[in-house]
């Protein structure tokens, strides 16, 4: 098993950065990749970024690209979400995602970002 705590939300000014963290423990040697979702009220969860846990390799959806990059201390194992230039279209529950090598997926209990105008 594998617990992942993300930490690092809060309300925010639009225009202005957050970084978000996901600390993994456990089964953590399992772990081949971690991602970042959101989910704003009444909406579905949606990808933000993926980074692959050998080697960095990282993954963005669009709607994010450019603004939100994600990175990973590996001594630590934890996986950050750095946002700039948030918008109030940003507000949501963000959450980290962690796959297993054996096909598990793991979710943290999520942290929330409000953006205000």
């Known amino acids: 098993q594998v617990q992942l705590v993300e930490s690092g939300g809060g309300l925010i000014q639009a225009g202005g950065s957050l970084r978000l963290s996901c600390a993994a423990s456990?089964?953590?040697?399992?772990?081949?990749?971690m991602a970042w979702f959101r989910q704003a009220p009444g909406k579905e969860r949606l990808f933000l970024a993926r980074?692959?846990?050998?080697?960095?390799?990282?993954y963005y959806a669009d709607s994010v690209k450019g603004r939100f990059t994600i990175s990973r201390d590996n001594a630590k194992n934890t996986v950050y979400l750095q946002m700039s230039s948030l918008k109030p279209e940003d507000t949501a529950v963000y959450y980290c995602?962690?796959?297993?090598?054996?096909?598990?997926?793991?979710w943290g209990q999520g942290t929330q970002v409000t953006v205000f105008s």
């Open positions: 995602k962690g796959d297993s090598e054996g096909g598990s997926a793991y």
């Open positions: 456990g089964r953590t040697a399992s772990l081949v990749a």
């Open positions: 980074i692959i846990w050998s080697g960095g390799r990282t």
